[in-house]
């Protein structure tokens, strides 16, 4: 009895650790249930289903004319859960999904299409990838393929929508429209991305096999609340003007690269932004936003700056007489020449400004200003042309004026700033000087974006902004308004003037690099406005590092391409607009082509001041297409003459 006693004590003792151990996993277990629990399940939950961040549709960019500049596509990409499809349905079925699946994404034919599914269908794949970047129209015509049609829980498609950026009128404006992204931002995309980028949304997305994760709903948790519209001051008919005016211009002087803009006077509104770089094959497109971006020395367009401070000072009029010598004028070892051989003699100071005699324009500044040459650089300043513009577009190039005590200050400082070298500013920059003279002294901030839409309801204007409400005296301004025209009538401009519209402005020519013995790289520009006795919009041309042989005097390389885009926007400026004076109808209707000479090979002729009854089913007999507007007589026409033309490109008329 003992021995048996001994037997079960010993028994008790062998099972205690077991006892104890039962114990304690039930104790942990209670633990777990009610203690942590809720957290873990919580956890758990987590890992199985998460909310997955959803991204706003980005807001449109549109033209002034309603035209869409940029918009976010929604494409999507197709999944299929092939599990949850009925094992007998999905094998009757699978040979014409298959074959409908080869025929759309011809990447697999039938035959793998087949294996491919029926693989990952029994690998317990649950997120097999079919294609990405669909458009809407293409999912609608899968959601109709076998199996597919039989709804998202039984027939196992699984579709997300992500967006992409488009620009539907190509690449128009394309370097200020510019982009979002993670690590840049660039153009009004990026300037304005507050406005465009909306608010995330949030959607439940349960974990499936391989890490994938797939909806749990067609629903979004919270909805992504779309970005508001941008409207532009881009005017896509002006642009498409100043764009293949400067490209003509580019290709015929073979130029490293240029740029043009259109400014409304009053305004300040960018009408027309054109930004080309050439490439290694010749070809051009929107390399970098010149006309924002580069500042260089400008040259003889600041010529206009220093003649003002000299009239409004007093220390010259119109009418003072400038002795150019023979053209060459020696300051501390260095010379100041005129392109002209032999100099202009003793000419007026406006002569002197309208033919651009360097001579002249620096010897009137350095004798007046080089006892006190600040004061000279004072002026400059008190005009406000030293600060950046302040763009919303990121990137703008800061404006350089030295003055007396600066490292780069020196004795020949003042006279070469006089014409345009050792001082630099960007083409918008020198833009927004001229534009303020044809706008009657009030210099305004260019302008970008007119307002901020939601669904088509105005949320915030962008009003004109005044730099400086007045850069001289009304009696200068008048001094220098004549002295613009003058340059386009009597100087340096006038071989190129035009019959259709008056215009007024300054050539520019500067040598780049010039410290650097046998380069011959050079700076073509026109600043100006038209038309010049009732000015609507401002215009600067740079066309930069032309064929030297070509050509490189800002007359012959930069003017007409001004000349051209005045009279292609001037004949589009409403009838109250126009002078009066110029009687654009009876200077049209003395050309009169003949139209049989139009073919796809030759330049499209001049067919302003023809009787469009005529004109149109001649273009049309030949092949091209024609958009017309009015009745009459031709005013109107683009692309313009002279213009190389295919049969497939649309040409315009205007009638009147």
Request: hydrophobic share 35%.
């Amino acid at each position: 009895m003992s021995d048996e006693k001994s037997i079960l004590n010993r028994s008790y003792l062998a099972m205690l650790p077991f006892f104890l151990m039962a114990v304690l996993v039930l104790v942990k277990l209670c633990m777990i249930q009610y203690g942590e629990g809720p957290e873990l399940r919580a956890e758990a939950q987590n890992e199985v289903v998460r909310e997955i961040n959803i991204k706003a549709d980005r807001g449109n960019i549109y033209s002034s004319d309603g035209k869409l500049l940029a918009t976010s596509m929604p494409v999507y990409d197709l999944y299929m859960d092939p599990i949850t499809v009925d094992e007998e349905t999905f094998f009757a079925e699978l040979p014409g999904l298959a074959k409908a699946l080869a025929a759309k994404f011809p990447e697999r034919n039938k035959l793998q299409w087949e294996k491919y599914l029926n693989t990952s269908r029994k690998a317990g794949s649950r997120y097999v990838k079919l294609a990405q970047d669909v458009s809407f129209t293409e999912l609608q015509n899968v959601r109709q393929f076998p199996i597919f049609k039989l709804g998202r829980f039984k027939g196992g498609l699984i579709f997300e929508q992500k967006n992409y950026r488009k620009m539907p009128l190509g690449k128009i404006a394309e370097r200020t429209i510019g982009y979002d992204r993670l690590h840049a931002q660039t153009g009004i995309e990026g300037a304005f991305s507050s406005f465009l980028s909306g608010t995330d949304g949030l959607r439940l997305k349960q974990k499936v096999s391989n890490g994938n994760w797939k909806p749990v709903s067609d629903h979004y948790e919270v909805e992504p609340k779309d970005g508001l519209d941008v409207v532009t001051t881009i005017n896509t008919r002006m642009q498409d003007v100043v764009h293949h005016e400067l490209l003509k211009a580019l290709e015929r002087f073979e130029a490293d690269h240029g740029c043009a803009v259109l400014m409304e006077v009053e305004t300040g509104a960018i009408r027309a932004i054109a930004n080309l770089g050439r490439t290694e094959k010749g070809t051009y497109f929107e390399k970098r936003n010149y006309a924002v971006w580069e500042d260089t020395e400008p040259g003889s367009t600041f010529k206009l700056a220093s003649v003002m401070i000299a009239l409004e000072d007093g220390v010259a009029d119109t009418n003072t007489i400038l002795d150019t010598e023979d053209g060459i004028f020696s300051i501390y070892g260095k010379d100041v020449r005129d392109s002209e051989e032999g100099g202009y003699g003793k000419v007026s100071l406006k002569h002197a400004f309208e033919v651009s005699s360097n001579v002249g324009i620096v010897k009137l500044i350095y004798n007046n200003y080089k006892h006190d040459p600040g004061k000279f650089i004072d002026r400059l300043y008190n005009i406000g042309i030293h600060k950046k513009l302040g763009l919303p577009i990121k990137g703008e190039g800061t404006p350089e004026i030295p003055k007396p005590g600066d490292q780069k200050w020196s004795g020949i400082s003042l006279p070469w700033i006089a014409f345009g070298y050792q001082v630099s500013f960007t083409p918008l920059q020198i833009l927004s000087f001229y534009n303020a003279i044809a706008n009657q002294g009030k210099m305004v901030k260019p302008r970008f974006v007119e307002e901020i839409r939601q669904h088509g309801r105005t949320v915030e204007e962008r009003p004109v902004q005044v730099i400086n409400p007045a850069i001289c005296s009304r009696e200068t301004l008048l001094k220098l308004q004549d002295m613009l025209e003058g340059v386009v009538t009597n100087g340096t401009a006038s071989r190129e003037k035009s019959k259709l519209v008056s215009m007024a402005g300054k050539t520019g020519t500067c040598q780049l690099n010039y410290w650097k013995e046998g380069v011959k790289d050079y700076q073509a520009s026109f600043a100006g406005y038209f038309p010049a006795d009732n000015p609507r919009y401002s215009c600067i041309v740079v066309i930069n590092k032309p064929n030297y042989h070509q050509g490189y005097y800002g007359s012959k390389v930069a003017f007409p391409v001004f000349k051209a885009i005045a009279e292609n926007i001037y004949l589009d400026i409403p009838q109250d607009w126009e002078p009066g004076n110029t009687g654009a109808n009876v200077l049209l209707a003395e050309k009169q082509p003949a139209i049989k000479e139009l073919n796809g090979m030759q330049l499209l002729p001049d067919l302003t001041g023809m009787d469009g009854s005529e004109v149109v089913p001649a273009l049309e007999n030949l092949g091209y297409r024609v958009k017309i507007e009015g009745i009459g007589k031709v005013k109107w026409q683009y692309p313009p003459a002279g213009t190389r033309v295919s049969h497939n490109r649309v040409i315009e008329l205007k009638m009147g």
